[in-house]
């Protein structure tokens, strides 16, 4: 990267010197013979870098580095030193210098300290970037809810983001935004400079969730050759997000039971506990009520989780939010595929009001991803959408829960429907019911992922 570099050094050739190797190098650079001119000159200007002299006449180094790092606080600070000064050098960096280089007549020091100082600023403009794109992306005013429904969540969240501690529970079916709102939750709330730690029960198998949860001191186990920093030690100061908290065995619901209570936990083969500090959000697509009363779900836990319940609306309940959620996931998508799609033509807008997502925003997003590929126009028109919106037909292929096994019904109305239509149906449906993941679908189907693309590409194309 190129940055705006203070040298500041009163031996004017080494001044010189250096001001003429950054300067090859593209930089902007200032050279000053004191640090006074130095702080004088932040009122017009500040610097990304400062290579400073530690002893000068007048303001030392180490006097200037508070009133540097107070006025230009995300400045990195690098100390020239001579030989006999190493330890005050070192007693710069304790109070907040980055590094420090040793004067040498050709100065080849300069370079490798410089070019990791530049490193350094480039991952935090970007850290600083990309946390600034994502509080953006869920903040409270960009929150679609055109719709009663939305509406009601919304003020809801809004009596809920300034308290730092209430555990929130987010029940809805799957693909309505839990996540999501989950997010907002964090990012506008009173933790919103923290981490936010995100896990999905069903994704970690039940044998290795308490070490992730937890994590373990060396030795725990074998393969454990080192300490490991578990999920609710990194969620420290932040938010700790637990998605399909219902699917989490009874022995589990037991630990973090007794985590909320205490406040505390024990590392697998810890000595001691450690305290920590986190709000919990949990998700679920279950009925957490009916799973206490079947004995599935822990009534205990289900009551510390059950402080604020938000039931988050499917698509089909809030159908005047359908328009602007493809609006701006056309605008997603068109960004990244290169498109410039910036329209949504009424009937096509009607066809996917009339629909009724079963797999709610995430289906939608799906669809708009598809039709966006497709669209050789700058309005997304019906014949961008895929053949179930444009001409719906009775549904052949039903998802369903018995037990713990899920199962699909078919039903083929003889002489108007073909086995290609009954295929086309199941395959789309057991990618409903797998939240869209196509590894899941085809290991549900005994297809090999390959195969499941190749189906799915053939649909596209009828």
Do not use: W
């Not at 300067?23 to 017009?44: N, P």
């Not at 303001?59 to 790092?69: A, K, Q, S, Y």
């Amino acid at each position: 990267m190129l940055a705006d570099i203070f040298v500041v050094e009163d031996d004017s050739a080494v001044r010189s010197a250096l001001i003429r190797r950054l300067t090859k190098q593209r930089h902007r650079v200032r050279g000053f013979d004191s640090g006074e001119r130095a702080l004088e000159a932040l009122d017009q200007d500040v610097p990304d870098l400062v290579l400073m002299d530690l002893k000068m006449p007048g303001m030392t180094g180490l006097e200037v580095l508070p009133h540097l790092r107070q006025r230009a606080p995300h400045a990195l600070v690098i100390m020239l030193t001579a030989f006999g000064t190493v330890e005050d050098a070192v007693e710069a960096m304790r109070r907040g210098a980055y590094d420090f280089i040793v004067k040498t007549i050709d100065l080849q020091s300069v370079d490798p300290v410089v070019e990791k100082a530049l490193e350094l600023l480039k991952l935090r403009r970007r850290v600083a970037f990309e946390a600034e794109s994502e509080a953006g992306a869920y903040a409270l005013t960009d929150l679609v809810a055109d719709s009663q429904a939305m509406q009601q969540l919304l003020a809801q969240i809004q009596d809920v983001t300034p308290n730092p501690k209430v555990t929130v529970l987010l029940q809805g079916e799957t693909g309505t935004g839990k996540e999501f709102i989950a997010r907002v939750l964090h990012h506008n709330g009173a933790r919103a400079a923290g981490p936010f730690v995100g896990i999905n029960c069903t994704a970690i198998p039940k044998e290795l969730f308490e070490s992730e949860l937890f994590g373990f001191e060396r030795g725990a186990f074998t393969g454990a050759a080192q300490r490991k920093i578990g999920l609710l030690e990194q969620a420290e100061g932040g938010t700790l997000f637990l998605d399909e908290i219902g699917d989490l065995d009874l022995a589990m619901q037991a630990k973090l039971l007794r985590v909320l209570q205490e406040r505390s936990f024990r590392r697998l083969s810890g000595a001691g506990d450690i305290a920590v500090d986190f709000r919990l959000i949990a998700a679920t697509n279950r009925d957490l009520k009916r799973e206490v009363a079947q004995g599935a779900f822990r009534e205990d836990l289900f009551f510390r989780l059950n402080v604020v319940c938000f039931e988050i609306p499917p698509l089909r309940r809030r159908a005047e939010d359908i328009r602007p959620l493809c609006l701006r996931a056309m605008a997603r998508y068109a960004r990244d595929f290169g498109k410039d799609v910036q329209d949504l033509s009424e009937e096509a807008s009607a066809m996917l009001e009339r629909h009724t997502f079963p797999g709610n925003v995430r289906e939608l997003e799906n669809i708009i991803e598809r039709a966006i590929i497709f669209c050789r126009g700058r309005t997304l028109t019906p014949q961008d959408l895929p053949r179930d919106i444009r001409d719906p037909a009775e549904q052949i292929a039903t998802a369903f829960t018995q037990g713990d096994a899920q199962r699909v019904r078919v039903e083929m109305a003889l002489g108007k429907q073909t086995l290609a239509d009954v295929e086309a149906a199941v395959i789309q449906e057991v990618l409903r019911a797998s939240d869209y993941n196509k590894s899941l679908a085809s290991r549900q189907l005994g297809l090999t992922r390959f195969a499941l693309e190749r189906r799915l590409k053939k649909l596209e194309e009828q």
